[in-house]
């Protein structure tokens, strides 16, 4: 049976808290005295109060994320356990389920933080192509010679071939040869 129960303002802090604490709207709709996920998220989308609330404690969650990260790398406490080989003897051997596990968790933890906070938490992406001072020095960067490729002194073969070929010369008509066999393909 759903959960009818009306949120209060004492029940919208406790909700912020913990979210704060690492937990989910769907974990603490589970609670017994919590109304339902849905009368959390309507909440949300009606009360700017508690909205901008919410909002904040999304943002501390991200820290406890943080932590947690730097937490679940360190923990090697799992990462071996004892089985018995044929013989009978006990050896230590690697639980790559845990370790595995692990990376799952820390992956998942980065991804999430990746899409609530790109400016912090997102890879970066360097617009610049390499050039200093924007757009004027990445195209001093490039000349004639390049077909647009900084750093590469001369164009790739096949660009040359393939102008070559599709761009007859006064008084040509262009080569019907195709052109992997002037690469020798």
């Not at 996920?37 to 943080?66: G, H, K, M, P």
């Amino acid at each position: 049976m759903a959960n009818r129960k009306a949120l209060t303002t004492e029940l919208k802090q406790e909700v912020c808290a913990r979210i704060a604490e690492g937990e989910t709207v769907r974990q603490i709709g589970a609670s017994e005295h919590m109304p339902a996920t849905s009368t959390i998220y309507l909440a949300l989308a009606s009360d700017a109060e508690f909205a901008e609330n919410y909002a904040r404690a999304r943002e501390a969650q991200l820290v406890r994320w943080e932590d947690e990260l730097l937490e679940i790398a360190d923990d090697a406490s799992k990462d071996f356990t004892v089985r018995t080989n044929d013989s009978g003897e006990e050896v230590q051997v690697v639980d790559h389920e845990h370790i595995a596990r692990s990376k799952v968790r820390i992956d998942t933890r980065k991804w999430l933080m990746s899409k609530r906070a790109p400016k912090k938490y997102g890879d970066r992406v360097d617009v610049n192509h390499g050039a200093q001072d924007g757009l004027g020095d990445l195209l001093r960067e490039i000349d004639g010679s390049t077909r647009g490729l900084p750093g590469h002194p001369r164009p790739p073969q096949r660009l040359a071939l393939a102008d070559r070929q599709s761009l007859p010369h006064h008084g040509q008509e262009r080569a019907e040869a195709p052109l992997s066999d002037e690469l020798g393909a």
